[in-house]
T-cell receptor, first 111, second 111 residues
Framework: EDQVTQSPEALRLQEGESSSLNCSYT??????LFWYRQDPGKGPEFLFT???AGEEKEKERLKATLTKKESFLHITAPKPEDSATYLC????????????FGTGTLLAVQP | NAGVTQTPKFQVLKTGQSMTLQCAQD?????MSWYRQDPGMGLRLIHY???????DQGEVPNGYNVSRSTTEDFPLRLLSAAPSQTSVYFC??????????FGSGTRLTVV
């Protein structure tokens, strides 16, 4: 059964304090690992898609990396506006576009 | 280009009432899906559609019906609301193999 586990559940950082969020997954035939950002009261917002081990993608202070078992979302010198819940999801070999989501990491960046 | 539009944003139902959550997208995406989001459980797939006239069940389909008569619209029907259906509901669409675009959500309370 496809499964996604995110850690930690919550993370509090000081502004400028870099860190990483983890997404471990088990899936039969990975056809994409997705990172989303979700602000309170809003829908998830797409950040990145990674398809194969070794792939990396960057956007501003965020960098996502992928191995065969997990993905990391690295946050470099975060700012308070980076505070949000970060969701990880995988698309496996089943239904064409079905995504399985983790429960997310709640990130709080204090000034 | 509005993306994915969900209505209503908030709804309170009494146990046993029925209602339809509306979802429309203007991106000509073939794939659409409905998720519910509950604290500590992440996003769980209710129903999905790979194109007009084609729907299938996700992880938690009981108590919900869907139909897809057009590419644009994918309504979710609650047949007889129960307190366990209190949740935040998100509709999403995607082109084949791409990242999801989510709506802003419907917060439903069943009393």
């Amino acid at each position: 059964e496809d499964q996604v586990t995110q850690s930690p559940e919550a993370l509090r950082l000081q502004e400028g304090e870099s860190s990483s969020l983890n997404c471990s997954y088990t899936v039969s035939g990975l056809r994409g690992l997705f990172w989303y950002r979700q602000d309170p009261g809003k829908g998830p917002e797409f950040l990145f898609t990674l398809y194969s081990a070794g792939e990396e993608k960057e956007k501003e202070r965020l960098k996502a990396t992928l191995t065969k078992k997990e993905s990391f979302l690295h946050i470099t010198a975060p700012k308070p506006e980076d505070s949000a819940t970060y969701l990880c999801a995988v698309r496996g070999g089943g239904a064409t576009n079905k995504l399985i989501f983790g429960t997310g990491t709640l990130l709080a960046v204090q000034p | 280009n509005a993306g994915v539009t969900q209505t209503p944003k908030f709804q309170v139902l009494k146990t046993g009432q029925s209602m339809t959550l509306q979802c429309a997208q203007d991106m000509n995406h073939e794939y659409m899906s409905w998720y519910r989001q509950d604290p500590g459980m992440g996003l769980r797939l209710i129903h999905y559609s790979v194109g007009a006239g084609i729907t299938d069940q996700g992880e938690v389909p009981n108590g919900y019906n869907v139909s897809r008569s057009t590419t644009e619209d994918f309504p979710l029907r609650l047949l007889s609301a129960a307190p366990s259906q209190t949740s935040v509901y998100f509709c999403a669409s995607t082109p084949t193999g791409g990242g999801y675009t989510f709506g802003s959500g419907t917060r439903l309370t069943v009393v």
